[in-house]
């Protein structure tokens, strides 16, 4: 996710990290930083000790496909979607649920049929419902289906969009754990893998530019400027790109490096491209010999921002030129080798940064007797990871490869676990046990002490500025925003994208 850079002042290093607190009610948006209590979630809901028992009791569903098509309009900034989901139901589930954010919302839905039949909107329909352990909201369906055969859901919508900048793009943040659940109906959570197709139209005569995850290919639509976009592959619903804007305003380069395809755009008269395709030049080749081939087989698209922060997806990311190696190696750790729970993910974000020396003052041995709750302090169904993934997480690495004998040796255990487990979600346990198996040595009860320790007290953070911790900024120049008749908005506008 966004890289957080340290501050290079050393005071500030040793700064106390603020700890957000707080659960968001009668609100479909994503959780805070950290959860609002620290206990662990196996220890307040003893029934569900067992914790697939409650992923299925949240989630009800299993999606095998979502085709979804998003008609922009940009002269209204809003889009028209139509999207159809087919899934089955959990073990022991009867009554489906799925994720759609803006459906939490009235009348944003205008149609819902359910394997065929239609359904009045929205008492025979759904309801929004609270879930315990999340700060999401979740759509129930109002019936329950025939827990033996698949369905399908099909649902027509309208999404109102900010005004300003006359572009579309998914805005992903994992730390708060918001996903493409704001854009189409889902389920936003790591290990649900499903095929996506998405078919992105323009409404207009201004040309306009896709980049996206993928296999993304102009139509020959006659009514609309078109594109279809197709995972090719079951991936997680929050890592599926896609950027929609004015051909005219951006630049692109496109090649192939180290046999990887290659497309880089950025707006004109932004961030050079140039540099940061030089840097993938180096970046991908010893990604590839260090953990093995790259894992999209349709390459690397790659929008590049001068502001916020980064955001990885499969085969796809948005990203400053700091950020972006960081992000391109979660192509392999976050968008391939998948967590199970969005809690799991603190080890993708501690691998990436161990890597790529994000932090290289924590490049050292977590200290003796460390003890967390950073991955039981929140629940399995709970969105966003701990802050703590980057800095701790970073040490935990550290010891991690000098137990295996060093840099090296741990990266061969990191293409090991790639190699067998990448598009097989596992959890923070699972992880100990791929250890136990390479090397022989068992750390089980390490990782009791440094994930699961009910009751540890949060370690001081080193301070980041905010605007590093938010999503990347796509405001474009000034002189774009001019040509387009428009001001630059403000620090709070841009930090959610708009």
């Not at 989630?59 to 209204?76: A, H, N």
């Not at 649920?97 to 839905?109: A, K, S």
């Not at 005219?248 to 140039?274: H, S």
């Amino acid at each position: 996710m966004s890289r957080i850079f340290p501050w290079k002042d050393s005071g500030a290093w040793r700064a106390a990290g603020l700890l957000l607190l707080g659960v968001l009610w009668f609100s479909c948006s994503p959780a805070p930083d950290f959860p609002s209590r620290g206990e662990a979630w196996e220890n307040d809901v003893p029934a569900y000790g067992d914790e697939q028992r409650l992923l299925d009791e949240t989630f009800r569903i299993d999606i095998s496909e979502i085709d979804v098509t998003l008609t922009y309009r940009p002269q209204e900034a809003a889009v028209d979607g139509r999207a159809r989901v087919r899934f089955r139901m959990r073990p022991g589930q009867r009554r489906p649920r799925i994720h759609f954010d803006p459906g939490c919302r009235p009348g944003v839905i205008s149609e819902w049929r359910l394997d065929g039949a239609a359904r009045e909107l929205p008492d025979a329909a759904f309801r929004a419902v609270e879930v315990v352990g999340s700060a999401q909201r979740i759509l129930e369906f109002a019936e329950e289906v025939d827990p033996a055969v698949a369905h399908e859901l099909v649902m027509a919508y309208r999404l109102e969009l900010p005004g300003g900048y006359p572009r579309f793009t998914t805005a992903v943040h994992d730390i708060k754990g918001s996903g493409n659940e704001e854009l189409f109906p889902t389920l936003n959570t790591p290990h649900e893998l499903a095929r996506h197709r998405l078919t992105l139209r323009v409404v207009g005569d201004v040309p306009y530019r896709c980049l996206g995850s993928g296999h993304v290919a102009r139509t020959n639509s006659a009514a609309y400027q078109e594109w279809l976009l197709d995972s090719e592959r079951e991936v997680a619903s929050y890592t599926v790109m896609f950027v929609l804007l004015p051909e005219a305003d951006t630049v692109l380069r496109e090649g192939a490096i180290a046999g990887i395809p290659v497309r880089m755009a950025a707006f004109r008269g932004g961030v050079a491209v140039d540099p940061a395709w030089a840097e993938l030049e180096s970046w991908l080749p010893q990604m590839v010999a260090d953990i093995g081939p790259f894992p999209m087989p349709r390459g690397l698209s790659v929008f590049l921002v001068s502001g916020g922060g980064g955001m990885e997806y499969f085969g796809g990311t948005i990203s400053t030129p700091d950020a972006l190696s960081h992000e391109v190696f979660h192509m392999y750790c976050a968008c391939s080798a998948v967590g199970r729970t969005y809690r799991d993910t603190w080890w993708d974000e501690a691998v990436t940064c161990w890597y790529d020396r994000t932090y290289p003052d924590y490049m050292v041995p977590i200290e003796a007797g460390f003890r967390s709750n950073m991955v039981s302090g929140r629940s399995p169904v709970a969105v966003g990871f701990d802050r703590r993934a980057y800095y701790q997480g970073t040490q935990i690495i550290e010891t991690l490869a000098r137990r295996l004998g060093g840099r090296q040796e741990m990266i061969a255990f990191l293409s090991d676990v790639h190699r067998r487990h990448a598009f097989a979600p596992f959890g923070t346990m699972d992880l100990a046990e791929f250890f136990r198996l390479y090397s022989g040595i068992d750390v089980h009860s390490d990782f009791q002490d440094w994930f699961f320790s009910a009751g540890a007290v949060s370690a001081a953070l080193p301070p980041a500025p905010s605007a590093l911790e938010s999503p990347p900024d796509l405001t474009p120049p000034e002189e774009i925003l001019r040509a387009h008749g428009l001001k630059r908005p403000s620090a709070a506008v841009r930090g959610d994208g708009s």
